[in-house]
């Protein structure tokens, strides 16, 4: 006996399907190459907008300087430092104590405790 009868032997005999079964790759192939995508309709375009006018210029004020907003946010988080006597700011009166050539009374105190913490002062700073 050669070796290829022994091999032929060894392995079962192939079944139908394992006959047909490139048949049904190949039809199955065929089936996916040849079958199309629904599309969803197509959306009219929408109309051309008008170009709206250029804004004017903007006029830079102290409400744009976010230092104001970094001097509120700080005398918030870190209020057990300051004096308790010291009251709460927001921007608006910031901005309007600090106005003027000289500073409202409320805001002089408020940079004093900010100087005091600064510094590492236990004494007020005047």
Same mark, same amino acid.
């Given at each position: 006996?050669? +070796?290829?009868? @022994? ?8 079944? *139908?399907? *394992?006959? /047909?079964?490139?048949? $049904?790759?190949?039809? =199955?192939? =065929? +089936? ?18 008008? =170009? ?11 409400? #744009? &300087?976010? #230092? ?7 005398? @918030?988080? $870190?209020?057990?430092? $300051? ?5 709460? $700011?927001? !921007?608006?009166?910031?901005?309007? +104590?600090? %106005?003027?050539? %000289? !500073? ?5 105190? /408020? /940079?004093?405790? /900010?100087? +005091?913490?600064?510094? &590492? ?6």
């Amino acid at each position: 006996m050669s +070796g290829s009868d @022994s091999s032929a032997l060894s392995s079962a005999p192939p079944t *139908e399907d *394992e006959k /047909l079964a490139p048949i $049904f790759l190949r039809a =199955k192939a =065929k +089936g996916k190459l040849v079958r199309k995508k629904p599309t969803a309709p197509k959306a009219p375009k929408s109309p051309v907008l008008p =170009k709206r006018p250029e804004s004017p210029p903007h006029e830079y004020v102290l409400a #744009d &300087n976010p #230092d104001i907003a970094m001097i509120v946010m700080f005398r @918030s988080r $870190f209020n057990a430092a $300051f004096p308790i006597k010291l009251p709460q $700011f927001g !921007p608006q009166d910031i901005e309007r +104590g600090v %106005v003027d050539s %000289v !500073p409202s009374p409320q805001v002089e105190n /408020l /940079l004093c405790a /900010l100087l +005091g913490l600064v510094l &590492n002062r236990k004494k007020p700073v005047e």
